[in-house]
């Protein structure tokens, strides 16, 4: 992370003591909290909440139940998610949290149990006003509903019903908003069909793998098949398969709700790693776990565009070689920007008691993305550089411009 905001840094000349704010998070905050397990054994969990700039708008980002979090990789996320709401223009600011843990090793009250002790102990480190949380990998609706009930158990009475909106990601019935589940893979099939539509290609003839298919791949999934493009090799963390006649999204779905492994689905090649990375594909989505691509491996994909659906998927060396293949990418912190903006939705529909429709939501959904693209593709022309460290001179210019204006407290 910090090597990207350098790169950029430099190339559009951002002022010092703008970059040495920037690359630190303005706070870290680590919980050690106890929590009793079904069977009465005390197990002390570790949990972080890193907050990275407010300059912007209160602090946002997601939280994840991992067990390879640590505190350095939230920070990154965190910095992440400023960079990822500068450069669509949205007022927040960003941060990241995670509990160490395996949440399938747990159960479901288990999972509880740690959901709630994790916000207790956080206490009033996070409000809708200051630092608002939304799901995140091994996160979902259940767990944002869990953090909203104990955080408004630990508020005046009188204050509860305004304060809703600490987290994002919720369910609806609890002031969700219509449409978020699949909101990264709305952004991520929009930018996919710019990008086939701007080189005079049609999604009915194209290819596609995608790595990771949780909800953003499957959804993402499930959309390009409605356009027409051919789902041809799938990864997740249970195996690949390949099929050049195509893969049903929906019929795999189903499968992997039943059986879990693709190992298992009928009427598919079984391949290794290195297999599916080399896959003949128009397009490459990447929509699991950070680090994917790297500089061992990067020389392996056979695309000729690659989405970051995932945070950091590809590292700065994977990157280069990418780009130095001629294959096109649409970083990450524009290319799964669609939640980031829902989000923004959801918190503004709490803030003022109101219910969108889903179709005025992805119209403006879109509106926010394209001029986004197209800030990327003009700062790509002005720097001459790639898209990647095009987006992050996008997002620091607009947070060098507050800055400006603001000045430095005292």
Sequence with gaps: MIKQLSDAAELMDLPSEIYNIIIKPANKIVINFPVKLDDG?????????????????????????????????????ATLMTMKYALVGIPFGGAMGGIKFNPSKFTFHEVEQITRRFTFGLGNNIGPYYDILSPDV????????????TFLMMMPPTRRSCLTHVV???????????????????????????????????????????????????WTSRLLKKLGAKLVAVENVTGSIYSPD??????????????????????????DHNAFLNIDADIFI?????????????????????????????????????????????????????????????????????????????????????RAYDKVIEAMNKYNTDPKTAAYIVALSRLNNVYSKRGIFP
């Excluded at 005390?42 to 946002?60: A, D, E, M, S, W």
């Excluded at 908003?177 to 009915?204: C, P």
């Excluded at 056979?302 to 950091?312: C, P, Q, Y």
Aim: hydrophobic share 40%.
């Design 168 to 218: 994002t990601g919720k369910p609806v019935m609890l002031g969700g908003t219509y449409g978020y589940a699949k909101a990264v893979a709305q952004g991520i099939v929009f930018l996919i069909r710019k990008w086939v539509e701007e080189h005079k290609l049609k999604l009915s003839n194209t290819s596609y793998v995608i790595q990771g298919f949780g909800n953003v791949g499957s």
């Design 286 to 370: 990447l929509a699991a776990l950070e680090n994917q691509i790297n500089s061992e491996n990067a020389h392996l994909l056979n695309v000729s565009h690659t989405a970051e659906g995932a945070n950091h998927p590809i590292t700065a060396d994977g990157f280069s070689i990418l780009y130095n293949k001629g294959i096109d990418i649409i970083p990450d912190i524009l290319c799964n920007s669609g939640g980031a903006i829902i989000s923004n939705f959801e918190w503004l529909q709490n803030e003022h008691s109101e219910v969108w429709e889903v179709t005025e939501m992805y119209n403006k959904l879109i509106k926010i993305i394209e």
């Design 41 to 77: 054994i005390v197990k002390v969990l570790t949990g972080y909440r890193v907050q990275h700039n407010n300059i912007l708008g209160p602090f946002k980002g997601g939280l994840r139940f991992h067990q390879s979090v640590e505190i350095d990789d939230i920070s990154a996320f």
């Design 138 to 149: 091994n996160t979902n609706s259940q767990v944002m509903a869990w953090i909203l009930d």
């Design 246 to 271: 195509g893969i049903d999204p929906d019929d795999l779905l189903l499968h992997i709700a039943g059986y879990k492994k693709l190992s298992y689905y009928p009427g598919v090649k079984k391949i």
